[in-house]
């Protein structure tokens, strides 16, 4: 699986956007990019995934570099519930089935 | 729908004790996942299996078994636990199709081993 590389740690207001970095210099043309969170003491939760266009859902946006070396999670307003560490994950489209999670960005939202 | 559910959540074992953490899934999904959670090491695959009969070794399988019991559940076992163990079990199922990529998780099993 390719390796992603995000911050550490990051701060946002509460009801403020979001914007949480990602990137993936050596991803391949049949890679996935897929975002999950883990919120304390909970088991990691999937938030969103695509491949070459922006994505939207409930929980948030996907903004997919054009040439897919980068991407950015959109959350649109903060809340309090979104602090969580926020992992980016390649997935080969038919790969291996495993996840392979890096050290993700722990996201601290203040009140 | 309660997704998936692991138990127990917390679990304390001496060295050399044995025990089965329990994880069923309600979704009807294919397959399951056994992952294992380390400060600074991020989650390893211990065990997966891609459907009911199967079961094939992840990462990091030594010192632990799995068996699929059916399609809801999947069972890992410690034979005979080490302090290495210590750490926070979570179990995965994901579907077969379109959505296959997405893995759902359990709240986990914190084990302490003494």
């Known amino acids: 699986d390719a390796k992603t590389t995000q911050p550490n740690s990051m701060e946002s207001n509460e009801e403020e956007p979001v914007h949480l970095p990602c990137n993936h210099s050596?991803?391949?043309?049949?890679?996935?990019i897929h975002w999950y969170r883990q919120l304390p003491s909970q088991g990691p939760e999937y938030v969103i995934h695509g491949l070459t266009s922006n994505v939207n859902n409930r929980m948030a946006s996907l903004a997919i570099a054009e040439d897919r070396k980068s991407s950015t999670l959109i959350l649109h307003r903060a809340t309090l519930r979104d602090a969580a560490v926020y992992y980016c994950i390649l997935r080969q489209r038919g790969g291996s089935e495993k996840l392979v999670f890096g050290k993700g960005t722990k996201l601290t939202v203040n009140p | 729908n309660a997704g998936v559910t692991q138990t127990p959540k917390f679990q304390v074992l001496k060295t050399g004790q044995s025990m089965t953490l329990q994880c069923a899934q309600d979704?009807?999904?294919?397959?399951m996942y056994w992952y294992r959670q380390d400060p600074g090491m991020g989650l390893r695959l211990i065990y997966y299996s891609a459907s009911e009969g199967t079961t094939d070794k992840g990462e990091v399988p030594n010192g632990y078994n799995v068996s699929r019991l059916n399609k809801r559940e999947f069972s890992l076992r410690l034979e005979s636990a080490a302090p290495s163990q210590t750490s926070v079990y979570l179990c995965?199922?994901?579907?077969?199709?379109?959505?296959?990529?997405?893995?759902?998780f359990g709240a986990g099993t914190r084990l302490s081993v003494l």
């Open positions: 995965a199922s994901s579907p077969l199709g379109m959505d296959k990529n997405i893995q759902y």
């Open positions: 979704m009807n999904h294919n397959s």
């Open positions: 050596t991803i391949s043309g049949t890679d996935y």
